[in-house]
């Protein structure tokens, strides 16, 4: 199955500073890496995603970059603001056609501080 | 609203019961999966299914199981339960391959 690392486990800023996660995987034939925010209380929700055609995709504040050589791909959050505070999952994942699971990294716990 | 329904939301159980968690995916979605989030933890995996097939299993323990029936909805079922079962049980559903997870509100099970 497919080893996820996230780093890292909890990342403090200051409103209006930007904040990077880091996603490491190690199945080199996943092609799907998404990202996605729970806070508080509440059920996890997709806030990005990128697929392996494409090197960074961006949202408004957000944005993903995906290094497919090193494995790895990056959540990258500007302007901060205080509803960006919440935990956060990778979740790479590998779908040819055959068995597939869908495993989460350990969760980044951001705080923005005002 | 993510459009998959997970009943109940709550339940209290004993150590030793069984108990039956369900998820209705969204509308078109062939696929459910089932995590354990316990407290201050991330979300582990449980079991993938495909239109009524086991496409993958995660860290499943034996006293669980699960199955997602013709209409596409799924249960999990968990026996002999213990005190560290206690956990919240999110079920997700997603389309085609390479499409996001939606996730339903969970159903907080609570072993005493």
């Known amino acids: 199955g497919e080893n996820v690392e996230q780093h890292p486990s909890t990342l403090s800023v200051q409103e209006g500073d930007s904040a990077v996660i880091k996603c490491t995987y190690s199945d080199s034939a996943s092609n799907y890496f998404p990202w996605y925010k729970q806070e508080l209380g509440k059920r996890p929700q997709l806030i990005i995603d990128?697929?392996?055609?494409?090197g960074e995709k961006k949202d408004q504040r957000i944005a993903v970059t995906l290094n497919k050589t090193a494995k790895h791909f990056s959540l990258h959050i500007t302007e901060t603001q205080p509803e960006d505070s919440a935990v956060y999952f990778c979740?790479?994942?590998?779908?040819?056609?055959?068995?597939?699971?869908?495993?989460f990294g350990k969760g980044t716990h951001l705080i923005i501080q005002p | 609203d993510s459009g998959v329904t997970q009943t109940p939301k709550h339940l209290i159980t004993a150590t030793g019961q069984r108990v039956t968690l369900r998820c209705s995916p969204r509308?078109?979605?062939?696929?459910v999966y089932w995590y354990q989030q316990s407290l201050d933890q991330g979300l582990q995996f449980l079991i993938h299914?495909?239109?009524?097939?086991?496409?993958a299993k995660g860290n499943i323990l034996e006293r669980f199981s699960a199955q997602q029936f013709p209409d596409l909805h799924s249960e999990l079922n968990l026996s002999s339960l213990e005190l560290g079962d206690s956990a919240l049980y999110f079920c997700?559903?997603?389309?085609?391959?390479?499409?996001?997870?939606?996730f339903g509100n969970g159903t907080r099970l609570t072993v005493t």
């Open positions: 997700a559903s997603s389309g085609r391959d390479n499409s996001p997870l939606h």
């Open positions: 509308s078109g979605d062939l696929s």
């Open positions: 979740a790479p994942k590998y779908s040819g056609g055959g068995a597939d699971g869908l495993t």
């Open positions: 990128i697929r392996s055609n494409v």
């Open positions: 299914y495909y239109n009524g097939e086991e496409r």
